[in-house]
């Protein structure tokens, strides 16, 4: 579906992905800054540590190297660390205040859009790819009482754009995905994932400009959404525009 064409039922839900869409994903070097600290903490090359963190995404995203404390030690061994003790505790801690960081930028604008939602009768869904650690952060913070379902790639074990993701968070809504609307940057393919799926997509670029070649609609800011679901169809719950 595209814009300007009107959904044949009216959307009950709005599922969103979380990275670069609700918070930013640490592309501004805060995830490398961290990641390069763990690697002086364990005594390996902060440059291939980096590289080896990021190569490991496809394992890491669908949670085939388990737990972070795991995790930090594969991605250790895979550029010729052995980390014991003390040393991995150390670089959980970073790891963990990393995350926590991500989480708490959270802007009020995009809780203020969230709630007005909600108010509004709209259920809410996330549909995120994550790797350990981060799930935990989000249930800890501020982001998490405003959901009614969430999926988390590394403990579904698939990833978007896989439709099971989408499908798995669609079952805990008790709705189908054609009475959904999918919010997101674009990584992973993930807006034409769920368009294939019956969902209307809208990509959003308020903290990446990911997948400039949509050509659906776009909000540049969470607080253009309402407006957005509004014209998609007139008559479904538009929600409170921050």
């Given amino acids: 579906m595209r814009a300007g064409i009107t959904l044949a039922r009216m959307p009950r839900a709005v ?4 990275f670069n869409t609700l918070i930013p994903g640490g592309d501004d070097g805060t995830r490398d800054a961290a990641l390069a600290t763990m690697a002086g903490v364990l005594g390996v090359d902060p440059t291939a540590y980096i590289a080896a963190f990021n190569r490991t995404w496809p394992a890491r995203h669908t949670g085939a ?20 003790g ?8 970073i790891r963990q205040e990393m ?12 809780l203020s859009v969230l709630d007005g939602l909600r108010t509004a009768g709209w259920s809410l869904g996330l549909v995120s790819n994550t790797s350990a650690g981060s ?13 009614d379902a969430a999926g988390f790639s590394n403990e579904i074990g698939v990833g978007k754009p896989d439709p099971r993701i989408y499908l798995a968070v669609c079952e805990r809504l008790a709705v189908e995905p054609g009475d959904c609307v999918y919010v997101g940057d674009g990584a992973d393919a993930e ?16 903290h990446a400009d990911t997948d400039p070649t949509w050509t659906g609609p776009v909000v540049a800011r969470l607080t ?13 719950p538009s929600g409170l525009v921050g």
């Fill in 99 to 110: 995350n926590a960081g991500l989480f708490s930028s959270v802007a009020d604008a995009t």
């Fill in 224 to 236: 253009e959404l309402a407006a957005q679901l509004a014209s998609l169809q007139p008559d479904a």
């Fill in 135 to 147: 799930p935990e952060a989000f249930r800890r913070g501020r982001l998490a009482p405003r959901f």
């Fill in 65 to 84: 190297l388990g737990d972070l404390d795991r995790e930090i030690r594969e991605v250790a061994r895979l550029v010729g660390g052995a980390p014991e």
């Fill in 191 to 206: 807006l034409a994932a769920a368009e294939a799926l019956g969902m209307q997509a809208i990509r959003t670029t308020e």
């Fill in 15 to 18: 599922l969103f992905d979380l």
């Fill in 86 to 93: 003390d040393r991995v505790a150390e670089a959980l801690a």
